[in-house]
T-cell receptor, first 114, second 117 residues
């Protein structure tokens, strides 16, 4: 059974700092991994999707890496800003049977202090 | 273009009442998913629709929950005889057909916050 874990559960950093969020999964047979951002009281915003054949994906100040063999992904945020404060979730799809639903970690709540 | 939309954004109901939650997926997306996010819990998969195929209902927590998708587009999640433990944010997502590549990137709506008194 696929399980997704995110460490740390919460993180507080000063503005301008570079930071790394971690995501691990127990079954390395994944098709892709998706990182999301969730603001309080809002839905999920897709940040990056890394295919299983890729090792990295970049969007602006965000860089996500994927190491399937070790069951890990990291989300690197450069030069953090107070507007980056949110909960960050990683997820992998479950392809047992006919499903394609995502299995989520519990998220990392990030607070960037001005 | 328009993203996934959900209505209502908030719903307060009394225990025992039925509620209907609506999801409009992104136009052209054939896959539609419902998830539930409870306070202190992670995101929990509920049901999955793919095109005109029979839905995968394996995530529904009880027979009080049902969903339908009309015309391969709009979906309605119905909760009958609501209980306090049903209080949660119900999120809908859509994607292009399942497969490799970016087709299966899921896009989420803003959610419906359900409160059962």
């Amino acid at each position: 059974k696929q399980e997704v874990t995110q460490i740390p559960a919460a993180l507080s950093v000063p503005e301008g700092e570079n930071l790394v969020l971690n995501c691990s999964f127990t079954d390395s047979a994944i098709y892709n991994l998706q990182w999301f951002r969730q603001d309080p009281g809002k839905g999920l915003t897709s940040l990056l999707l890394i295919q299983s054949s890729q090792r990295e994906q970049t969007s602006g100040r965000l860089n996500a890496s994927l190491d399937k063999s070790s069951g890990r992904s990291t989300l690197y945020i450069a030069a953090s800003q107070p507007g980056d404060s949110a909960t960050y979730l990683c997820a992998v799809p479950y392809y047992g049977g006919s499903q394609g639903n995502l299995i989520f970690g519990k998220g990392t709540k990030l607070s960037v202090k001005p | 273009g328009a993203g996934v939309s959900q209505s209502p954004s908030n719903k307060v109901t009394e225990k025992g009442k039925d509620v209907e939650l609506r999801c409009d997926p992104i136009s052209g997306h054939t896959a539609l998913y419902w998830y539930r996010q409870s306070l202190g819990q992670g995101l929990e998969f509920l049901i999955y629709f793919q095109g005109n195929s029979a839905p995968d209902k394996s995530g529904l927590p009880s027979d009080r929950f049902s969903a339908e998708r009309t015309g391969g587009s709009v979906s309605t999640l119905t909760i009958q005889r609501t209980q306090q433990e049903d209080s949660a944010v119900y999120l809908c997502a859509s994607s292009l057909e399942r497969g490799s590549g970016r087709d299966n990137e899921q896009f989420f709506g803003p959610g419906t916050r359900l409160t059962v008194l």
